[in-house]
């Protein structure tokens, strides 16, 4: 295959294509925060790509979905950062562990690579045909445009409405970042790199290397699943025994070790599956028998540390953070569902894209949740049985938990909700959260804060 673009009109097609995703992004997604634009875009790039794998895409389209329904920033973020990482699978794919892992990042990677390749490509074909009368035709809208929209007032207001307001640098970053983005998409469709490579990973682990250390640590987790199963049944009153805390303190104290227990344990099911000879039938055995108890038992590790969380959070209060390893966790409890599924036949291909794949399905996930809004109906249930709440942490959560604050009571709304104000923007910037957080502090009486 040439160094360049294989032909002087795919050369200008995909310059064109670049410079057209860029546009589209620069008009119609806002870029500092969530918005129905995020979805739009995500369409049109992958309509414009049109070769991709549709399942990675659709999962992509999802992702930046969210921006239409919540308004919390750092969830969108997230949301954002994993459906660039589907989109980028999308069009590299990848099924082992590795081509996965690369798949995911292969389109800012061959972004490097790719504006290069549409360079000589140019070279090759004289120049981008349609740059003259691209250039001529902005020179025109420059002059006409401006005329034009100060002659009459309504059509002033319409170019308003179509053209992003503010600072050009986010605009031009937007049209760049994309625009790169889409050019570097074709230059990985166009060159199709292999998606995974051969390991070259040697089993070396004899069955006497791996079966006893997983053999002791099954035997701990048993008995430490003994001790669990004795403290939940035993309540408040064997905890206040045995370890001279309450079950709240108790819950505290555990969660992070179980959490940090659950991940360690992951690897080394990962070590032991990936070095272990299996030579013979017994081999296979031991292999699934040893790894199936530990998987086995590492899930109720994650039932009893999600069971610590949620009594914790219901003693001192629910936040962001605390939501957030929540669900991070059970989603490990999945990826351990998903190891006993491989184990079974001792065989994982699909594992990568199962565990990739649930991982952004648990976002996808979390952003129906709505965690801010959750978190404000969580701590307000709190409220009603304790008589304890944190109107401060509840005025920094987003937009998303206006319509539960605004249950309170007046003094405490008040407090909660002290100079909110939800800007309306552009259809750019429509979102279902914000729509009804604007709705909702409309119709509410205006009260002062005493605190």
């Given amino acids: 295959m040439s160094e360049g673009v294989s032909t ?49 895409a659709v999962l992509s389209v999802l992702l930046f979905g969210t921006g239409a329904l919540v308004a919390a920033e750092w969830l969108f973020a997230l949301c954002a950062l994993a459906g660039a990482a589907a989109g980028s699978l999308a069009v590299a794919g990848g099924r082992t562990a590795r081509g996965v892992f690369f798949g995911a990042v292969a389109v800012p990677v061959a972004a490097v690579r790719a504006l290069p390749w549409l360079a000589r490509g140019l070279r090759s074909s004289g120049g981008p045909k349609l740059a003259r009368p691209v250039v001529v035709t902005l020179l025109l809208l420059l002059v006409f445009v401006p005329l034009l929209a100060g002659a009459d007032a309504a059509f002033a207001g319409v170019l308003g409405s179509a053209v992003p307001q503010g600072s050009a640098v986010p605009t031009a970053v937007l049209f760049v ?8 998409c074709l230059y990985l469709l166009e060159r199709r790199p292999a998606e995974d490579g051969v390991s070259v990973l040697p089993r070396t682990f004899q069955r006497r290397d791996w079966a006893l250390p997983v ?104 936040t962001v953070l605390r939501v957030l390893v929540a669900a991070c966790e059970l989603w490990l409890g999945v990826v351990y569902l998903l190891v006993l599924v491989a184990g079974v036949r001792l065989r994982g291909r699909w594992l990568a894209r199962a565990v990739v794949g649930t991982g952004f399905a648990a976002l996808l996930g979390l952003a129906l949740l ?82």
Avoid: K
């Fill in 8 to 56: 002087p009109a795919s050369a200008n097609r995909v310059l064109l294509t670049g410079a057209g995703a860029g546009i589209v992004a620069a008009a119609v997604a806002p870029f500092d925060v969530p918005g129905v634009g995020w979805p739009l875009l995500a369409v049109v790039v992958f309509a414009l790509l049109r070769r991709v794998r549709w399942g990675w």
């Fill in 177 to 184: 970042s994309v625009g790169v983005g889409v050019v570097a």
């Fill in 215 to 318: 053999g002791a640590l099954v035997v701990l987790f048993a008995g430490f699943v003994a001790v669990q199963v004795t403290a939940i049944l035993g309540g408040d009153a064997y905890v206040l025994r045995t370890a001279g805390l309450t079950y709240a303190e108790y819950a505290r104290r555990g969660f992070w070790q179980l959490l940090a227990v659950t991940v360690l344990t992951l690897g080394v099911v990962a070590v032991a599956a990936r070095f272990a000879r299996v030579e013979s039938p017994a081999d296979r055995g031991w292999l699934r028998a040893l790894l199936g108890a530990l998987c086995g038992l590492t899930l109720v590790i994650v039932v009893s540390a999600l069971a610590r969380m949620w009594f914790y959070q219901q003693a001192y209060g629910f």
């Fill in 370 to 451: 709505n965690p801010d809004r959750f978190i404000a109906e969580r701590n307000i249930a709190r409220w009603q049985d304790s008589g304890r709440i944190d109107t401060a942490y509840l005025s920094r959560l987003s937009d998303d938990a206006i319509p539960a604050i605004a249950t309170l009571p007046d003094d405490l709304r008040s407090c909660a909700l002290r100079d909110r104000v939800v800007t309306e923007g552009g259809w750019r910037e429509w979102n279902l959260a914000r729509a009804e957080a604007r709705d909702v502090l409309a119709s509410l009486p205006r009260a002062r804060c005493e605190r």
